[in-house]
């Protein structure tokens, strides 16, 4: 466990509130401060956020260090251009970036239960449905994650998105479809519902699993990317990931 007066972290994201569930159980996790943000539509930025860090801090010169992990699933703009820029703009002296959270092992052993959940059994086709970006970076990271997914899977998966890109889930879902398939189930690459997961439900698939969402290994990855940022800032060695445990629920 972490002295709270050690730092401050700050869970950065979209419009996801994921990271509210990050504010509550983060702090039995890591028994740290931690502060959400968002870099888009919704506030308080994270250049709020810490700003407002170092106004409180006794020492404004010298304020408490804070550490910003992003809670993307994949590195596009707003990990390579949005965090930074905000972090900057922040005057914060001493922030560390953490990398994204995805794309990770343990996101795919929680895609895999979501998908045993909707009625995925082997054998069926999967479509791997994420949000889209136009930043080649992120595509790599979804791809890298569709790979992760099939490993654990053990059954090859077709890489769609929803927003950004091609191929969009619904062609992919009517091709696999043309080629025989009669079960096609849609892996859900997003953290919550909303619009995006709503789409998923008009592709014609046979389920359609829930997204990553409020899952226990989440809050571990977290954490574990905290945790990994303050050991890299202090020299220790970095120690293998606890959130690498195989989720069960």
Same mark, same amino acid.
């Given at each position: 466990?972490?002295?709270?007066? #050690?730092? @401050?972290?700050? *869970?950065?994201?979209?419009?996801?509130?994921?990271? =509210?569930?990050?504010?509550? &159980?983060?702090?039995? @996790? $890591?028994?740290?401060?931690?502060?959400?943000?968002?870099? +888009? !539509?919704?506030?308080?930025?994270?250049?709020?956020?810490?700003?407002?860090?170092?106004?409180?801090?006794?020492?404004?010169?010298?304020?408490?260090?804070?550490?910003? %992990?992003?809670?993307?699933?994949?590195?596009?703009? #707003?990990?390579?251009?949005?965090?930074?820029?905000?972090? &900057? +703009?922040?005057? #914060?002296?001493?922030? $560390? %970036?953490?990398?994204?959270?995805?794309?990770?092992?343990?996101?795919?052993?929680?895609?895999?239960?979501?998908?045993?959940?909707?009625?995925? *059994?082997?054998?069926?086709?999967?479509?791997?449905?994420?949000?889209?970006?136009? +930043?080649?970076?992120?595509?790599?990271?979804?791809?890298?994650?569709?790979?992760?997914?099939?490993?654990?899977?053990?059954?090859?998966?077709?890489?769609?998105?929803?927003?950004?890109?091609?191929?969009?889930?619904?062609?992919?879902?009517?091709?696999?479809?043309? =080629?025989?398939?009669?079960?096609?189930?849609?892996? &859900?690459?997003?953290?919550?519902?909303?619009?995006?997961? =709503?789409?998923?439900?008009?592709?014609?698939?046979?389920?359609?699993?829930?997204?990553?969402? !409020?899952?226990?290994?989440?809050?571990?990855?977290?954490?574990?990317?905290?945790?990994?940022?303050?050991? =890299?800032?202090?020299?220790?060695? $970095?120690?293998?990931?606890?959130? $690498?445990?195989?989720?069960?629920?």
């Amino acid at each position: 466990m972490l002295p709270a007066a #050690h730092s @401050t972290a700050v *869970c950065g994201c979209a419009v996801d509130p994921l990271a =509210e569930f990050g504010v509550v &159980s983060g702090r039995s @996790t $890591t028994s740290t401060p931690v502060r959400t943000a968002f870099v +888009d !539509v919704l506030g308080p930025s994270p250049s709020e956020v810490l700003h407002d860090l170092v106004a409180q801090s006794p020492d404004a010169v010298n304020p408490a260090p804070a550490v910003v %992990v992003p809670a993307f699933l994949a590195s596009g703009y #707003h990990v390579y251009k949005d965090v930074p820029r905000e972090v &900057s +703009d922040s005057a #914060h002296p001493a922030v $560390t %970036v953490t990398p994204a959270m995805g794309p990770d092992p343990a996101l795919a052993r929680i895609m895999a239960v979501r998908l045993r959940a909707a009625g995925w *059994c082997p054998g069926d086709a999967v479509v791997f449905a994420a949000a889209g970006s136009s +930043d080649p970076r992120a595509r790599a990271d979804v791809n890298r994650a569709a790979a992760m997914l099939t490993a654990q899977l053990a059954t090859p998966v077709r890489t769609a998105y929803v927003a950004t890109g091609a191929p969009r889930v619904p062609e992919v879902v009517a091709e696999l479809r043309e =080629e025989g398939q009669d079960r096609v189930f849609v892996a &859900s690459y997003l953290l919550a519902h909303g619009l995006f997961h =709503e789409r998923l439900h008009q592709a014609g698939a046979t389920g359609v699993a829930d997204p990553i969402g !409020v899952h226990p290994a989440v809050v571990r990855l977290i954490a574990d990317r905290y945790r990994a940022a303050l050991r =890299e800032r202090s020299g220790r060695p $970095t120690l293998p990931p606890t959130g $690498t445990a195989i989720p069960r629920s």
